[in-house]
């Protein structure tokens, strides 16, 4: 049972009933579910996805084509990542993966788009077919000058697919340095996808060969183990494959559900077009994953550090309280979120504070029920010996110089991301840092740190939150 009190603004029954009628092919949702909800849950994974598969690899190895082949969802929606053709902030795609009772594997393993009614037909044989799991896809930038926003979304992954392209040597640079991310953010689970095949058909030992590189590469690494599938995700081939991979190689998590909930904002927007009449215009949206507990359409909210206030040369941060009046995963509406997939919160506050990612970072929870803004941090590291994917002109790797004292590092503690000065290091892996930015977290989380070299950050080590200082609100 919940040992919380949650808001008293919930939909009424009508409302409720209302809210589902929008979309009667999925199953419904209400609030007396909430005690008994599972990650598996019918009534959860018809409408929302409850494991977040992350995308990751060198940049145009074809992460974003495969995420569209599985789930139909083009994740280069902005017009600057259309004309270079490269995703520059984070993707997000949810895809329903059914399986039929009749189709031999893997060819029974069929995926569509989140809106996908609950009943729907194989392809092949017209049987109906049964849910077997909803996810959602983190598509992560290959770009090396957009490393912080990769380990922005291995804040929420829950496994990943890595994919390499077979008509270029492995490993490429980002394709290092996202396998070390995943070192970083203690993932178990990686599926290797070696794409293009289709393009090398020429040559008949080509694909081995990188095949081949491939194993040599995660060899000792937490991908050692893993499945390697030669896919050509423009041609859709062997798709079913890695559909039938994700089913049964990726386990669902294990969720705590009956604690208030916390929510990490990895996207924020402004949903209304300028020129909006007053009478129509929306309140501010966040997007990000729900890491613990149940979050509902009427519950009221804390936003930590929240909104930014400069006077003069002192700078405060005041936590934003406001209230829960949407929930979607992708088209489809809910009346309650659980951990797993990608939430849009549709929020009582004005949009100008979600515009352009501004909340970003920020940590979405009940009121006074959320970790402690820290403005230093005691952190117990790890400093990598060389930097990963870069080399000097001689070809030689590039050597990671020990940490001193006053210098700038980057620091990525779950979605947030922000500068800091170190201002002790001590012979026993400790270093003490002053942030620009006020971080909500707690002791024992990850931090992921990045120095500047040649112009651009690179990540040069890991730790964890060992003790800090606190600030007031």
């Known amino acids: 049972m919940e040992t919380f009190k949650r808001g008293p603004q919930r939909l009424t029954d009508q409302e409720v009933d209302e809210l589902m009628k929008r979309q009667p092919h999925l199953l419904k949702q209400n609030y007396d579910q909430i005690p008994n909800l599972t990650p598996n849950s019918q009534e959860v994974i018809s409408r929302q996805a409850t494991i977040n598969v992350g995308t990751i690899g ?64 194989c392809d092949l044989c017209k049987e109906v077919m049964t849910l077997v799991r909803h996810i959602s896809f983190v598509d992560c930038p290959g770009h090396d000058i957009l490393m912080s926003t990769m380990l922005t979304g291995a804040a929420v992954m829950d496994c990943a697919l890595l994919i390499v392209a077979a008509n270029m040597p492995c490993p490429q640079p980002q394709t290092q340095e996202h396998l070390v991310a995943l ?45 390697i599938i030669p896919v050509s995700a423009q041609l859709k081939y ?24 916390k929510m990490i904002i990895i996207r924020s927007f402004d949903v209304n077009k300028p020129g909006e009449k007053p009478e129509n215009l929306h309140g501010g949206v966040v997007g990000g994953s729900i890491l613990q507990g149940i979050l509902s359409v009427g519950d009221e909210v804390e936003i930590r550090p929240g909104r930014q206030c400069k006077n003069g040369n002192q700078t405060t941060w005041h936590p934003i309280t406001t209230r829960v009046v949407t929930l979607f995963a992708e088209q489809n509406e809910l009346v309650y979120a659980v951990p797993g997939g990608l939430i849009g919160v549709g929020l009582l506050i004005d949009p100008s504070l979600t515009r352009n990612d501004n909340l970003v970072g920020c940590v979405l929870g009940f009121p006074k029920q959320l970790p402690e803004l820290y403005r230093e941090l005691e952190i117990n590291y790890y400093l990598m010996v060389s930097v990963v994917g870069a080399q000097q002109q001689d070809g030689k790797t590039q050597k990671i110089a020990k940490i001193q004292q006053d210098e700038m590092l980057k620091f990525n503690v779950l979605s947030n991301e922000t500068p800091g000065r170190v201002i002790e290091v001590r012979e026993d892996k400790i270093m003490r840092v002053a942030l620009n930015n006020p971080v909500c977290t707690g002791l024992q989380e990850k931090v992921a740190f990045s120095r500047r070299l040649s112009n651009k950050f690179r990540l040069i080590g890991w730790g964890i939150i060992t003790d800090g200082r606190t600030i007031t609100l």
């Open 58 to 121: 060198h940049v145009a190895h074809g992460k974003s084509t495969l995420v569209r082949s599985i789930s139909t969802i083009n994740t280069v929606r902005f017009r600057q990542e259309r004309v270079r053709n490269i995703t520059i902030r984070l993707g997000y795609a949810n895809a329903k993966i059914f399986k039929c009772p009749k189709c031999p594997e893997p060819q029974c393993y069929q995926s569509f788009s989140s809106e996908k009614e609950d009943n729907a037909q």
């Open 238 to 261: 062997n798709i079913d494959c890695v559909i039938q991979q994700i089913c049964n190689f990726f386990p669902i998590p294990d969720r705590q559900l009956q604690v208030p909930p």
């Open 183 to 227: 070192v970083i953010t203690k993932l178990k689970y990686v599926i290797v996808i070696q794409n293009k095949v289709d393009i090398i058909f020429r040559d008949q030992q080509a694909a081995l060969r990188n095949y081949e590189e491939i194993t040599r590469f995660i060899k000792g690494t937490i991908a050692e183990d893993s499945p």
